[in-house]
C-alpha cells in the first residue's frame, strides 16, 4: 500500500485507549512504515531496488527484528525524558513493545492486500504472496482513516491548512481517474464533506477514542468484504473460462480504484493472458477487455534474457511475463513487460544466446 494509507494506520491506532501513551503515535507512525526502509535502495540502482523491495524488511525475520529493535529505541527515547524530568512516571517497556510489534506487523498485512504482493517468508524462501483484494491506493480507507487523524490534529491553523490542501489534492486525484463512475465521484465528495462538517461542529473531538476504534472496525470490515467479493469473484471467473474453453492456469483478480464493484481480471492459460471486466452493477457480468496476448515464452531466448543482469530486479518482481523475440542481424532483441503494467526492458542476445554488452 502506499505510505499514506500505513501513516493514516498507525496515527488511527494511536488514537484507541491502547496507543494513547507517551511516544504512542510515533512508535505507532514509525513501525506502521518501517519495513519500507528498503525504499532507499532506489539512491543505488532501480533493479537494486526492484530485487530488494517488499523482500527482506517485509519477511518473518524482519517482522521479528524491526518491531523488537523499534521497541527497545522508543524505550530508550522514554528513559531519557524521565531522566530529564524525574517526576514523569516511565512508560511500561512492555507496552512500546506491543505498540511496535502491531504496528510494524501491520505493513506486511497490507501491502499482501493489493496485486503486488509481499514476500512473507524473506529471507528463507523469496515466494511471492497475493491477496488480489485492494488497489494499492485506497480511498476509501483513507476516508475512514483521515477522519480519525484529522480529528486529533487539526486544532492549529497550520494543521488545518495542511488538511484543505491534502483533502484538495486527493480528492482531485479521486474524481479525476480515468472511467471513474460519476456515483463513486458523488459518494466521495459526500464523504469528505461529511468529514469537513463533523471538524466544524467538533462534537467529536472529546470521543475520539470510541471515533477511532469504530473507524478501525469499518476498515476491518471493508477489507474482509474485498477479500470474499475477490474470491467469489475468482469462482465466477473461472466458471466463465472454462464454458469458453479456456483452462486456467491462473487468475489475479484485480481490485480498480475506488470501485468496489469492479475487478479487472487476467486468466492465464498455457499460451495467453485474457483480459476481462467483472462488474456486479453491470447489465453482464464478465465482459472480455482486449484480445488475448500471447504470452510468447515458448523461444529459448526468452529464459536466457530473463536470467539476464539487465533484467535481475525486473525478474524478480515479474508475476505475468509477456516477451517479443525479435530476430536480428546479430541474434535477437527480446523484450519484457509485465501485464499488471510494471515495466520491463529489451534485451539484446547473439546467435548463441549470450547477452550482447551495449555500446557506452
Avoid at 475506488?258 to 487476467?266: G, H, K, T
Amino acid at each position: 500500500m502506499d505510505p499514506l494509507t500505513h501513516t493514516l494506520v498507525g496515527a488511527s491506532l494511536a488514537q484507541t485507549r491502547f496507543g494513547r501513551v507517551r511516544f504512542g503515535t510515533a512508535t505507532l507512525v514509525v513501525g506502521a512504515n518501517l519495513p519500507d526502509l528498503d525504499a532507499a535502495t532506489y539512491f543505488f540502482d532501480s533493479q537494486l531496488s526492484l530485487g530488494f523491495r517488499r523482500g527482506w524488511t517485509h519477511g518473518v525475520l524482519a517482522m521479528a527484528l524491526l518491531p523488537a529493535l523499534l521497541g527497545w529505541v522508543m524505550g530508550q527515547v522514554d528513559r531519557f525524558r524521565c531522566r530529564r524530568d524525574p517526576t514523569t512516571t516511565p512508560v511500561s517497556p512492555g507496552r512500546l513493545m506491543a505498540l511496535s510489534y502491531i504496528s510494524v506487523l501491520s505493513h506486511p498485512a497490507l501491502d499482501w492486500l493489493n496485486t503486488y504482493g509481499v514476500r512473507l517468508l524473506m529471507p528463507f524462501d523469496g515466494r511471492w504472496f497475493y491477496g488480489d483484494s485492494l488497489f494499492i491506493i485506497d480511498p476509501w480507507v483513507w476516508l475512514l482513516l483521515g477522519t480519525v487523524t484529522m480529528l486529533a490534529h487539526s486544532g492549529s491553523r497550520p494543521q488545518a491548512a495542511g488538511w484543505i490542501a491534502l483533502g484538495v489534492i486527493v480528492t482531485i486525484l479521486v474524481t479525476g481517474f480515468p472511467g471513474m463512475p460519476t456515483a463513486i465521484r458523488v459518494l466521495w465528495c459526500l464523504g469528505v464533506a461529511t468529514v469537513v462538517g463533523l471538524r466544524v461542529w467538533g462534537g467529536l473531538q472529546q470521543t475520539l477514542r470510541p471515533v477511532a476504534t469504530v473507524c478501525l472496525l469499518l476498515v476491518g470490515v471493508y477489507l474482509a468484504s474485498m477479500i470474499g467479493s475477490s474470491q467469489v469473484a475468482r469462482s465466477q471467473v473461472t466458471a466463465w473460462a472454462r464454458a469458453r474453453g479456456i483452462e486456467p492456469r491462473r487468475i489475479m483478480v484485480g481490485p480498480v480504484p475506488a470501485d468496489p464493484f469492479r475487478r479487472e481480471v487476467l486468466i492465464v492459460d498455457d499460451l495467453h493472458y485474457h483480459r476481462i471486466r467483472l462488474d456486479w452493477l453491470a447489465d453482464d457480468l464478465i465482459t472480455p477487455v482486449n484480445p488475448q496476448a500471447v504470452i510468447g515464452d515458448d523461444h529459448p531466448a526468452t529464459a536466457v534474457a530473463l536470467a539476464s543482469p539487465e533484467l535481475r530486479g525486473f525478474a524478480t518482481w515479474t508475476r505475468f511475463p509477456r516477451f517479443g523475440v525479435e530476430a536480428t542481424a546479430d541474434g535477437y532483441r527480446v523484450s519484457v513487460a509485465d501485464m499488471r503494467g510494471l515495466g520491463g526492458g529489451v534485451v539484446e542476445l547473439d546467435r548463441e544466446l549470450q547477452p550482447i554488452a551495449r555500446r557506452p
